[in-house]
């Protein structure tokens, strides 16, 4: 038995003595990463198959439910591993991330098979090369990691990793063998693997980098949209005049705000100067009074004039047709006036 700590002895330069033509590999491990084959590329494409056994339930289709919902982003800190952990990126140029990518994906397609745990049973973690004149067995092999193979830095504190050899290997194997043919354990994934590692390299619109953008940045409030917040349309305000004259940003500031509204009793509507804050909040106004509430606005008293004239039956105020009936109060000297 031999023992690699990654430092003076590396898992990765056994590797490249073991792996030969006509190789069989079998690695069982938590996560894949793309920069762990660029490591072992040579080695790797001289090998007959690999088979690939996440120990956990990764790139699946049934996922326990999550209270922030995160839509297609890749939801398993170890799934987006497939373009490396935080210790390799920080090691490496991100622009190479589209040439590695491409080719781990073509060897992918021809070579490896991915396969996720979904027993809910925990699996020990190792690797087997077998040959036709030996077979190694190293563990633990805990990720399929540069880290692991010795080498860039990972998170853990020392590695100990040992090789075990032809007699002591047969448990090894035989414990992968079972779990990879019973389908009550294992789903196949390779499909799954390679449509995430393809999506490094794709050339996407400048319209999705946009949308993948805003999503990062307002993901967290996607669990606002529940059919409880959102406005009901069968009340018609889509059909009033104050909704035909909202641009389609004012008519944005609408929807949201009548949500915070519903979900928080309370929302402030803010914006640049001469943006229409004041259409945008009548548009409010109005789905409130078309579910026949009662509304009171409360204005700055020279602004007063401006807002009962939206209500007001004259023929140059182009909200006329709605007849808008909410009240308008301001504050004087400690009393309220309409």
Do not use: C
């Not at 050339?203 to 993901?219: M, S, V």
């Amino acid at each position: 038995m031999k023992n690699f700590n990654n430092i003076d002895e590396r898992v990765v330069d056994d590797l490249k003595k073991e792996l030969k033509a006509q190789s069989k590999l079998k690695i069982a491990a938590a996560s894949f990463s793309i920069y762990a084959y660029e490591e072992l590329k040579k080695e790797l494409e001289k090998v007959d198959q690999i088979q690939f056994l996440f120990t956990s339930d990764l790139f699946t289709k049934e996922k326990a439910p999550k209270e922030k919902r995160e839509f297609f982003i890749p939801r398993l800190n170890r799934e987006s591993q497939l373009y490396g952990n935080e210790f390799e990126l920080r090691m490496r140029n991100k622009l190479s991330q589209k040439a590695i990518a491409k080719e781990a994906a073509e060897w992918i397609r021809q070579k490896v098979t991915f396969k996720s745990n979904i027993s809910g049973q925990r699996s020990d973690n190792f690797m087997v090369v077998e040959n036709k004149e030996n077979i190694n067995v190293y563990a633990p092999f805990d990720e399929f990691t540069t880290a692991e193979i010795g080498t860039t830095k990972g998170e853990k504190l020392f590695y100990n990793i040992s090789k075990f050899e032809n007699e002591n290997t047969q448990q090894f194997l035989n414990a992968f063998e079972q779990v990879w043919h019973n389908q009550d354990y294992v789903d196949e994934v390779t499909n799954t693997v390679l449509d995430n590692i393809t999506a490094a390299y794709q050339e996407n619109a400048p319209e999705f980098i946009y949308y993948i953008a805003l999503y990062n940045l307002f993901g967290e409030f996607l669990s606002d949209l529940d059919k409880d917040y959102i406005p009901d349309e069968r009340t018609g305000f889509k059909d009033s005049k104050i909704w035909s004259l909202l641009y389609d940003f004012q008519k944005d500031a609408v929807l949201g705000s009548i949500s915070k509204l519903e979900k928080h009793n309370g929302v402030i509507l803010a914006d640049s100067v001469g943006l229409g804050k004041t259409f945008s909040a009548i548009g409010v106004i109005k789905y409130y009074e078309s579910r026949n509430k009662n509304v009171l606005v409360l204005v700055p008293k020279r602004l007063k004039d401006n807002w009962n004239n939206y209500k007001n039956n004259y023929k140059n105020n182009p909200l006329a047709e709605d007849r808008l009936r909410y009240d308008v109060l301001f504050h004087v000297k400690g009393h309220a006036k309409m």
